[in-house]
Each structure stands twice: as C-alpha cells, then as structure tokens.
C-alpha cells in the first residue's frame, strides 16, 4: 500500500517566518510534487521534482522553495511566510518513466497552513 | 489560463438517483483525463480515468464519458450514495497532472 505522509496535519505561523513542511513517500517513487488547494481554485501545482536533487517550477512558484535530497522526501519552504500562504498543502508521489501513468499519482493527507 | 474547468462549485443529489459532474478543458494535448475523489481531511484518491482515444470508461458505479469535439468530460455515478459525498476533481494528464477547481457533491438520504 502506497503511503504518503507530511509531517504535520495543521500548522500556525507568523508572517515573516521561515515554514518548512515535509512530505515522506514509501514506495521509491521517482516524481514528487507539491500542490496547495484553494477553494474556488483547486489544486495548483508549486514544485515538483523528477528526481533526487532535481525540481521543477510548476504554475505557482513564487514564494516558495523545495529540497529533494533524498529520494523520498521532498520539502516545501516558505522563506518569509505571508498572510496570502494560508492554504491547504498536499504533497504527491509517482512512479518515474514508462511506469509513471497519469492514474500511479498518490497523495498525502494535507497540511493545513494558516499564517497570521 | 485555466486549462481545466469545473464550472459548478456544487452539486445536491438526492439517494438512489444519478449524480453528472462535468468538466471542460481547453488542452487538445491531453492523453488522459482523471477523476480523484478528496474527502474533508484526506488527500485526494485516484477514482476513474480515460484516455483521450476513448469516450467512455466505466467503473462499477461510475462512468466518465468524453466528447473530444466540444473538449468535455463528465461523470456519472449511478446510484448515487450518501458515502459518494466529497469534492471531485477533474484532471487532465500531460505529463503532469492539471487540475480543474473541483465540484463540492452532497448525496442526500
């Protein structure tokens, strides 16, 4: 069974803080990737990464930065939290290459983000 | 550019009876197109896909249909349940996956 999980389900910070939330994949999955869901906007990808030590802008970077030093974990920072980050995180994985369908992506369960 | 649509935020159905959940798109290079169902609390699960060469899927319950002309998809969950009741979102698959904004489904007793 594919298990994604991120480290906290719900997290407060403060503007201006530095966020790091981490995301940890069992099934040696080659593609990670971070979303953040907004009501009205869906899910929209941040980073996502192909491999270790490898990553990808994806539709809303800016504010952001990710690490992927090993293969099954994948980070997103925030550098300087804002107000406007206040969201719901979730983090993805899938199998690389020729194995890598579109239906092989799975999720984490969330971290709920609130920066005040 | 929204490249994926879901134009009804929500949708109320009552027990027994169908549910269609529609979805555009404006991409003509997508392969695939996706269902995931997400729970409050969850993280989306996979639910149906079909590829961009067919116009219909089926799944037990559930059905998506596609219509490459007018780049719509939707699906049918036929008989609808209460546990059916969650946001579903429509993706599209081209090399990664592109979302839609997800359609909030509340099945009745």
């Known amino acids: 069974d594919v298990k994604v999980t991120q480290s906290s389900r719900y997290l407060v910070k403060r503007t201006g803080e530095k966020v790091f939330l981490e995301c940890v994949q069992d099934?040696?999955?080659?593609?990670m990737f971070w979303y953040r869901q907004d009501p009205g906007l869906g899910l929209r990808l941040i980073y996502f990464?192909?491999?270790?030590?490898?990553?990808e802008k994806g539709d809303i970077p800016e504010g952001y930065s990710v690490s992927r030093e090993k293969k099954e974990r994948f980070s997103l920072i925030l550098e300087s939290a804002s107000t406007n980050q206040t969201s719901m995180y979730l983090c993805?994985?899938?199998?690389?290459?020729?194995?890598?369908?579109?239906?092989?992506?799975?999720f984490g369960p969330g971290t709920r983000l609130t920066v005040l | 550019d929204q490249q994926v649509k879901q134009n009804s935020p929500s949708l109320s159905v009552q027990e027994g009876r169908i549910s269609i959940l529609n979805c555009d798109y404006t991409?003509?290079?997508?392969?695939?197109f996706l269902w995931y169902k997400k729970y409050p609390a969850e993280g989306p699960t996979f639910l149906i896909s079909?590829?961009?060469?067919?116009d219909k899927n089926e799944d037990g319950r559930f059905t998506v249909f596609l219509n490459k002309s007018a780049k719509h998809l939707s699906l049918h969950i036929v008989p609808s349940q209460p546990g059916d009741s969650a946001v579903y979102f429509c993706?599209?698959?081209?090399?990664?996956?592109?979302f839609g904004q997800g359609t909030e489904l509340s099945v009745k007793p």
């Open positions: 993805a994985s899938r199998l690389g290459g020729l194995a890598g369908g579109a239906d092989t992506q799975y």
């Open positions: 099934m040696d999955h080659e593609n």
């Open positions: 990464s192909y491999d270790v030590k490898m990553k």
């Open positions: 991409n003509s290079m997508f392969d695939y």
């Open positions: 079909i590829s961009s060469i067919k």
């Open positions: 993706a599209g698959w081209g090399g990664k996956l592109i």
